[in-house]
């Protein structure tokens, strides 16, 4: 690059005047990373044409990236001379320099620095936007300590008839965090009935930030965005209001409940997602009775996040649980009923009659047969031969028969198999897959095992059945 070889002659010549030239020919160059690097070289000495080149640019080039110029001004030697260049732009006519030449000023001052404070807040009222939103990004990083200085120009920037820039202004305040903010976040909920919907969800992310836990009036307009036709609002409201509850705050519950019968399903929705939310995170107690209550709902997809609350926050053997799935069985969408059976695979008590009997009965639904095998073997008795006959049958089906297989293994254990069970296992014994064969072996040979010590018990001669089964080349060596 000629312009790197004509620095280095000018820094070994101390020509001075040729730099104004020879900025303005690596500045050309821009936004390249050779010329960035040797603008930052000639700035170490030569700052206030370096910075004027720069923004000459900006100016006349209409240079896309103002990052690039405020990159090279950051890494110049910060000096009285860096904050005079840049500070004399700030009366430029172009909006682009002026935006340019704040953004730069925020690189090089340092915080809690009340002049600058003072500065930089007095362009919040420029005529451009692009201005106006320059400095309140860069009075979020400059502010520290000094709110109070600053306090009138982010309240007026609230209330700008630009969008972006009142964005800016709620995106600064988040930024200044909850030590100096707070006293700014009722001016910030205001925001929460802005026209703009991302307006919106920002002001929700500062009230996320700085308003304090437990809050309130807080609260209940946060709540009141759950009905916002923004999905994205509504989102950020549920966000919100989670990150602001208090632990144990009976308010915060008492919110939610009246939302839950609400018209509007995705209004019911927000309410019992963000329920949820808070009793995972140990805020509120599970409100079961009001939780159950969704398992009627209208909504096929709140009944299904009903389903999960009720599978998560049950105690096991929860009669009213168990009686509020078992209707849900027969569910008219498919996944709420897989949902509810597995859901009572964690509620229900083994040995409930009326739990088992819904099962086996769902073994007639192809669609549901799987699940409902894998939830017999965590709720059916162990030995229950009527159960494992059910079973049996459903061996025929290859798509649910190493599930059968799995759960009949842990039902017949310590017990003897009917006739009629091992007739249905006997021909998944030369089955293709090897894994259905290896059950199916283990399950007779446990029962062999069981049923010749009871033969031998009652000195009787074994059954006919058995003495077929232990001639098969799969069960050799069996007892």
Not at 113 to 122: C, K, M, N, P, S
């Amino acid at each position: 690059m000629d312009a790197v070889k004509a620095l280095r002659a000018a820094s070994m010549q101390q020509q001075s005047t040729a730099v104004p030239a020879l900025a303005r020919l690596i500045a050309a160059q821009l936004p390249s990373i050779k010329a960035s690097i040797a603008l930052q070289k000639l700035g170490q000495r030569h700052v206030l044409t370096v910075i004027c080149t720069m923004l000459s640019v900006v100016r006349d080039r209409k240079l896309q990236n103002h990052n690039v110029v405020v990159n090279i001004v950051k890494k110049l030697a910060v000096n009285r001379e860096t904050k005079k260049a840049v500070i004399l732009h700030l009366r430029s006519e172009s909006a682009r320099i002026r935006s340019t030449a704040i953004r730069a000023l925020g690189e090089i001052c340092v915080r809690d620095d009340a002049e600058t404070v003072l500065t930089v807040a007095r362009f919040t009222q420029d005529a451009d936007c692009t201005v106006r939103e320059s400095s309140l990004l860069v009075l979020s990083k400059i502010v520290g300590s000094r709110v109070d200085i600053a306090r009138g120009a982010f309240i007026d920037s609230l209330s700008d008839s630009a969008a972006r820039v009142r964005r800016a202004a709620l995106s600064a305040l988040g930024k200044i965090g909850r030590k100096h903010g707070m006293m700014l976040y009722r001016e910030a909920s205001a925001c929460l009935g802005d026209v703009d919907g991302s307006v919106r969800c920002q002001a929700l992310e500062v009230l996320r930030r700085l308003a304090p836990n437990g809050d309130a009036a807080c609260l209940a307009a946060v709540v009141a965005c759950f009905s916002d036709p923004d999905v994205e609002v509504r989102s950020a409201a549920q966000n919100a209001f989670v990150n602001l509850a208090a632990h144990g705050d009976t308010n915060t519950i008492g919110l939610l409940l009246p939302l839950l019968g609400a018209d509007e399903a995705e209004l019911r929705m927000a309410a019992i997602r963000t329920i949820i939310r808070l009793c995972l995170q140990g805020y509120i107690p599970p409100p079961m009775n009001d939780l159950l209550t969704c398992l009627a709902d209208t909504d096929a997809t709140i009944r299904r996040v009903a389903i999960h609350a009720a599978r998560e926050f049950a105690h096991p053997g929860d009669s009213l649980v168990v009686k509020h799935l078992l209707a849900i069985v027969d569910d008219p969408k498919l996944l709420n009923r897989r949902d509810a059976v597995r859901a009572l695979a964690c509620v229900a008590g083994r040995g409930e009659s009326n739990v088992v009997s819904a099962m086996v009965a769902c073994l007639q639904d192809p669609d549901m047969s799987r699940v409902a095998l894998q939830t017999l073997e965590h709720v059916a008795q162990i030995g229950d031969q009527a159960v494992m006959r059910a079973i049996a049958e459903c061996l025929g089906d290859k798509s649910s028969c190493s599930v059968a297989l799995a759960t009949l293994k842990t039902l017949c254990e310590g017990c003897c198999l009917e006739e009629p069970v091992l007739q249905a296992l006997t021909p998944c014994l030369e089955d293709f897959d090897a894994h259905v064969r290896g059950m199916a072996i283990e399950i007779i040979k446990s029962t062999l095992t069981t049923c010749s010590e009871v033969s031998d018990h009652r000195h009787s001669a074994a059954p006919a059945w058995l003495t077929e089964i232990r001639q098969l080349r799969f069960v050799v060596g069996a007892a």
